[in-house]
């Protein structure tokens, strides 16, 4: 049997994507093997939204080629589809597929080894905690550093029943969370006439039965409305965790960025959001280093970020991409300064972590049981917070009810209090 190892770098939507890819090699009949072990056909999903992204992408293609000479080398994904042709010129690479053809691409690769290959039905997902479905691709926003528009192009939304069939074969197989991923899920619906986010994810609840949690992907802050934040305070199947963007808290740099908000905005929906939905957790995107970022623009960044409600910050720094605007602007910030602006955010973040782990302490909530880590069980609450359980009677997939009773820098303890939630195990 013809075997297949895919490797992915990137982002959730590539992972996600990635899953499928190996699904619909198995239902062609290849058999799908660990990245560890050798292989017939190596497909790397790559990504392309910083330099260092394309570096590791081309550096994992020519080590598979090393590892595996023999071996069909097929690169996939986003540096695929902005960088065909450099990677078309890579010798180690035998096949460029780009992401308007990822979903076919099982067959392309059959088509080209001369294998007859005919799809079986997909099998139904194996028992396991947590699952995503990808729900919207592409995005149209256009900010000024973003090579994601061109690199995933127009929003294309799945079918509204689609995505219910996939949540309800994930819960029915054991899924007690599905995370809603896409590259900009709030656009969900735009190409769908009557359709947006607030409406699937009524329909969602509506339709899917079950002890089970929806947590979402990242919104961005024009796109987290009353409907959502409706729908969140009225059922608890809804996690109370949302990732929204801010990129950066000075009104210029936000303007030359493209982002359509302003600070006061941003400020206004956490603390807004923090009243509305007693224990929310909040995360947010915050970068360094954009073309022109003076120290004053920085201070007001940290500001903004240190005055809000936070669960934590994902700090990037600016990396300029091939045909995005910012990429022909200059004044850039030295990298020893972007180095030392990235610590102070990184260690803001780690305080707001222990500060938000801190308040939980004394609180009742219910966690997601994930794995064993020696003697601990680990699991997640809905404000995807980390909690540390000592607990032997414990398996992966139950959601129990547990008391917060000590905090640490990244996790929080807990004493389960109610074995309340359906195992995986029956």
Not at 45 to 57: L, Q
Request: proline letters at 4%; aromatic letters at 4%; hydrophobic letters at 40%.
């Amino acid at each position: 049997m013809t075997t297949v190892a895919l490797y992915t770098l990137g982002c959730k939507v590539n992972q996600v994507e990635s899953g499928k890819m190996a699904a619909d090699f198995a239902a062609r009949g290849f058999q799908v093997v660990d990245p560890s072990e050798p292989a017939d056909i190596c497909v790397v999903n790559t990504c392309t939204v910083t330099h260092v992204s394309d570096r590791k992408s081309r550096a994992l293609l020519r080590r598979l080629r090393r590892r595996h000479p023999q071996a069909v080398v097929v690169a996939t994904g986003c540096l695929a589809t902005v960088g065909q042709a450099s990677l078309r010129e890579m010798a180690e690479v035998d096949m460029v597929v780009p992401n308007a053809d990822k979903e076919r691409l099982a067959e392309l690769v059959a088509g080209r080894l001369g294998i007859a290959s005919r799809a079986a039905p997909a099998a139904r997902p194996a028992g396991r905690t947590r699952g995503f479905v990808k729900v919207q691709d592409g995005c149209e926003s256009h900010c000024a550093y973003c090579i994601v528009p061109l690199a995933r192009g127009r929003v294309r939304s799945a079918p509204p029943l689609e995505v219910v069939e996939e949540v309800r074969a994930l819960v029915g197989a054991g899924c007690r969370e599905v995370v809603l991923t896409g590259i900009h899920i709030g656009t969900y619906g735009a190409d769908l006439p009557g359709w947006d986010l607030v409406r699937l994810l009524e329909l969602l609840l509506e339709r899917v039965q079950g002890d089970y949690r929806l947590r979402l992907g990242s919104l961005e802050p024009l796109e987290v409305g009353e409907g959502v934040v409706g729908l969140m305070s009225a059922d608890a199947r809804l996690c109370r965790h949302l990732h929204i963007p801010l990129q950066s808290g000075s009104d210029r740099v936000l303007r030359r960025m493209n982002r359509r908000y302003d600070r006061a905005f941003y400020r206004g929906l956490v603390e807004g959001l923090a009243c509305s939905i007693p224990g929310i957790a909040v995360t947010a995107d915050v970068m360094v280093g954009f073309p022109g970022e003076t120290e004053r623009d920085f201070a007001d960044t940290f500001e903004l970020l240190r005055a809000l409600p936070l669960l934590d910050l994902h700090v990037f720094r600016f990396s300029p991409r091939p045909g995005t605007a910012a990429a022909e602007w200059g004044d850039l910030p030295g990298p020893a300064e972007c180095a030392r602006r990235s610590r102070q955010l990184l260690e803001l973040a780690a305080d707001k972590k222990a500060d938000f782990i801190r308040a939980s302490v004394g609180g009742v909530e219910r966690v997601l049981v994930e794995e064993r880590v020696g003697e601990r069980w680990e699991g997640l609450t809905d404000t995807y917070v980390r909690v540390v359980l000592d607990d032997d009677g414990l398996e992966a997939g139950q959601l129990v009810t547990v008391r917060i009773v000590g905090a640490a820098q990244e996790a929080a303890q807990g004493k389960v209090v109610c074995r309340d939630g359906w195992s995986a195990g029956g």
